[in-house]
């Protein structure tokens, strides 16, 4: 191998998935584009095709890739909506029904990086963010109130003509027009009441009852380029969490 990231004592086969998100990261392969065969790349890593195929194992567990039976992996992408958009959007109806939300946005503007932004996004204090409030609706009926807070170097470009004019997901929006692809999330969810603000927003009276979902999402090489906080209703909606 060129390189062996990460302690020594790490099992082959990681070092070759390293190897590989490194690559992702650069942008070698691009979201929905094939990556080359186990062969191949036993060859390049001057590895086992055994050793490739568990590095490779590894990452279509951790929804990075894709195996498609009879044509290889592909690099996942959000824009294969119905695959993608569960995987990050917990809320469901409470008759068990999957529905695809309409997102409202509210507002976009600049800011500065507040200090407990910065230690989420790994930034500095005061350094450029874009933050952006929306409303997820189902069947017209606003059910989660989000602000969204991104770093601004990632996101050059972004603006709400921009943002309106995209069809789909947030995230692939993310990743077809910036190139950021978001790979996993870490949340914590807590119980708080509405504020008059997102009460009057969410169509409920202050002192409701509401989730607080706050969500940390990273790209490649577990690099957070994502902040957001949402306020969810339980009216008609419950909040899914898949374990195993």
Not at 142 to 148: K, M, N, Q, T, Y
Request: charge should be positive; charged fraction near 25%.
């Amino acid at each position: 191998m060129n390189s062996a990231p990460g302690p020594s004592f790490q099992p082959l086969y990681l070092q070759i998935k390293d190897l590989l998100t490194q690559s992702l990261d650069a942008g070698e392969w691009k979201p929905g584009e094939s990556i080359p065969s186990e062969i191949v790349l036993a060859a390049r890593y001057k590895v086992s095709q055994g050793t490739v195929r568990n590095a490779i194992a590894v990452l279509a567990a951790e929804n990075i890739v894709v195996r498609r039976q009879g044509k290889g992996t592909f690099v996942a992408t959000h824009t294969e909506e119905q695959s993608s958009l569960f995987r990050f959007l917990r809320i469901r109806r409470a008759d068990g029904v999957d529905e695809y939300p309409h997102s409202r946005l509210l507002d976009l503007r600049r800011g500065k990086a507040t200090a407990e932004v910065a230690r989420m996004l790994l930034l500095r204090p005061g350094e450029a963010v874009i933050v952006l409030r929306r409303v997820l609706e189902y069947s017209g009926e606003p059910v989660v109130l989000d602000e969204i807070t991104l770093p601004a170097a990632l996101f050059r470009g972004l603006t709400r003509a921009r943002y309106d004019a995209y069809r789909g997901s947030t995230y692939s929006f993310f990743e077809t027009q910036f190139g950021v692809r978001m790979v996993r999330a870490d949340e914590r969810i807590k119980a708080i009441a509405a504020d008059a603000t997102s009460g009057e927003i969410l169509d409920v009276p202050a002192g409701t009852p509401l989730l607080a979902v706050e969500r940390v999402a990273y790209t490649y090489g577990d690099r957070p380029v994502e902040w957001r906080r949402g306020l969810c209703t339980t009216r008609k909606h419950y909040y899914l969490n898949q374990l195993g």
